[in-house]
């Protein structure tokens, strides 16, 4: 399946697991679960954006946008990273209101049972997404599934709790372990910002893509052929190398093509989806003085 399709799953899931966890509470009346609810929610509201943001960054670059649309999942990160630190105030007002004035706790089991079968679905989802986020470098997909753990790991908690109500009778229990939620989420949410903004500020390739980078170009260097002036970024799905390659001066047009061909294609085998920008320069002439003329250029 396509990653939009993930994301459509994940928005039919969240519709589901939000009028469980919505029952739950209803039964129950735990603040717990209703913070659960409402994180439900954030699913919700990330996963519709997430799919929105996915097909506009597969559309093809256009007068406007000749680079493509690939940073638009970057968005889409970020946007749920509000959205998560949204709803943990929410958890949080809840909480303290529920500390001030205790309530007794009510059909447990039946609460309980909707929480597990809820988690159980974003659990097997979430699984499946990260899968494929990880196959596709898919930036959005990944901040869903991320998210869709944190729920899981929430509920878990929650139920947790609610189990400890019952056998020892602390009310309080309850509205602290919602804000021991509503922090945990916030972790999370920080995490999310920060790889978002590390992405739309053309944050370079991984260690272990630079690694295979590398090692490409070794193959090719000899005294006669250096590479210098290497640089990554990447953009959403995207992965980008810019790079000078150094032939001598009296190699034919034709000779120093085919090379650069073959520089370009060992890249894109060993790094899938990268996409290389390699400039030719005689021998004689370094990085430096090409940037310099750059720079007087610009100026």
Known sequence: MQVSSYLKISVGVAVVTIAL???????????????????????????????????????????????GHHK???????????????????????????????????????????????????????WAMLRKAREHRSMALEADARHLFTDVWTSAGVVGGLIAVHFTGWLWLDPVLAIG?????????????????????DHALDPQDQARIDATLQRFRSPQVRFDHVATRRAGQRRFVDLHLHLPAEWPLGRAAAMRGDVERALMDAVPGLRASIQLLSSDVEAQDVMDEQRSVAS
């Open 21 to 67: 966890k919505t029952l739950a509470w209803w039964f129950t009346g735990s603040v717990g679960l209703l913070s659960d609810a409402l994180e439900s929610l954030v699913n919700l509201a990330g996963a519709s954006f997430a799919l929105a943001m996915v097909t506009l960054a597969a559309q093809p670059p256009d007068e406007e946008h000749p680079y």
């Open 72 to 126: 638009a999942e970057y968005f889409s990160s970020g946007f749920e990273g509000v959205l998560i630190l949204v709803a943990a105030l929410a958890i949080v007002y809840a909480a303290v209101q529920r500390l001030l004035h205790p309530q007794p706790l009510e059909g447990l089991g039946a609460g309980v049972l909707l929480s597990v079968v809820s988690s159980a679905l974003n659990g097997v989802l979430a």
């Open 181 to 201: 939620v509503a922090l945990n989420i916030v972790r999370e949410a920080l995490s999310l910002l920060r790889r978002s903004a590390d992405g739309l500020m």
